[in-house]
DNA sequence: TTGAAAGCGCTAACAA
DNA sequence: TTGTTAGCGCTTTCAA
């Protein structure tokens, strides 16, 4: 059996309320009987409890995770991001996947919100009222997108679009194409948004073809009416769905960045992997699971920081250029 | 705040243990007492508090899983697994992930067990002293090798390494290069038997040639080591090194499979994009993750039911035949 | 600076 | 079948 707090007590002589506060308010001991308790807790190799600290100071210890799809690369880097720094903290880190369910989701933040002390949540798809209903339940930041003034961290989508656009307007292209991810995702809109400005600002023009499912399935079914579109360029909503761009232009023939060029979003491990190998705006992916849970500790700890929580710069994107895209065909 | 026992209680007109007991052991209470409780639970959105409740029971209805890395897709899928197996259990998860820092791991663990009722553990290089060591602190199910008469989850390696070595002399191949990875790893130690004794049987010959990180990064350094054995195929410890030696090869221009076949293991995501598509043997990632959870829990309910566990047959994998392996070329 | 006492929310004897 | 009592391991008043 772990030895408790009153082992402790018993063998250096004090009370266990003496233990007590010379592990969670050194100052207000001295420094000698501080010193007693030291000895005894490394002697015994006592833990707190922490189920029992939690039901005296209304704190867990521990943060929720809410993904979509653990398998997505994209996730998994947030995913480790948010462990690793939780861990530098102390705190531990429950891990949710609503398998791509929004609807999954509520259920699932109501159910974990008893057992921790907040959420990071990434949640492309649910609406605003679901989310600020969510968010009633329990301490929430949200992950890549920002909705009803809760706090989150997000990406300035709008400054990698312009990234791309330039770098292919410099290239010579004149009309990209864009594959957009689900309908109501947040980065889809905003994306889109920087896009029609970006091409706008440069003087192209942009040819959207819809919307298409975020995974490289998605990517497949999009290629043709990319082609359709008569672009020399085609920005997809990520990675994965440039990938499978990637993969249905070549089974066309369609030479890649000879007759058309391909930038994705996201910069997962595999892009680097494809061939060719994938021009892309990379996220700071792990960056965003660290900040996320720095800025849910920081509300733990001040719920009025939420103020300063809202105003948070968005991170950016990085333009990466590999093989997949190059200079516009000559007519 | 949240609604108490207590209050549940005050408002079904009974004492809290009658509540406690309708909802913990519903066939010790009398019909239209508990059908009162229920409704009070309903009308207050009572949910027991956990913390509380592990106190008292001693089991905290969460379990651990350890990973060497989150973003390596393998881990990734058995993670998702682990997750969506646990929460129908009503099973909370703490993910730790290691950095692949074998070093960190006990220390981890060690952590993680005061918390935990039991630890999902993937640690594919620590030794069996260490693994002995751990599962003093906690009950501890292994994944992917097993140690030490610890239970655990794992693969017929030996099986996957007979299929992919049938499929490739049935092509014509006869000397077959292996890229093993690293030196310590159990599924290292059971691919390279399994091959060995594979090509025994069928008359080939294997050429090893060495130990390389699972990585991509450590497929490109192998690959000229592998062109230099003269072998018409190879069989790569996993798909991500698989998928590195496709690169490699690729630019030197040595091609795939005209020149040489590749196969690979595990069959992640990337390997149907890989290009060639890699022909690989499929590991059962998520039925891993589910399989160590149900087998934790087992253990946890009944700790002679180790027994059992440790008899558990290996999963088996399944070849996937894609583009990456084909006849040997003529000489 | 320290100790005694109370109690967080729950379950598990033990009685009734 | 139900209620009473005690206590899990800890923190936090309150007094000394």
Redesign the interface.
Known sequence: M?ATIRDVARLAGVSPSTVSRALSVPGMVNAATRARVAAAVEQLGY?P????R??ITGR?G?IGLVVP???N?FF??V??GV??RA?RHDV??????T?EDPAAEAGLVRA?S??VDGVVLCSPRASDDELAAIAQDTTVVLVNRNAAGLPGITYDNEDGMRQAVAHLVALGHRRIAWVGGPATSWSTLHRGVGLRNAVEALHAELAPVGNFAPT?EGGMAAADQVVATGATAVVAYNDLVA??LL?RL?SRGISVPGELSVVGVDDI??S????PALTTVRLPKQETGRLAVELLLALLDDPEAAQIAGSQEPLHGELIVRESSGPAPQK
């Open positions: 772990a833990e409890n922490r189920a029992a939690g039901l867990t521990t799809d653990l398998a690369p998994a880097s995913t480790k462990q690793a861990r531990a880190v429950f891990v949710a996947d398998d974990l008893k057992q490289y990938i499978g993969a070549h491990a595999m680097r992997m494809a061939r």
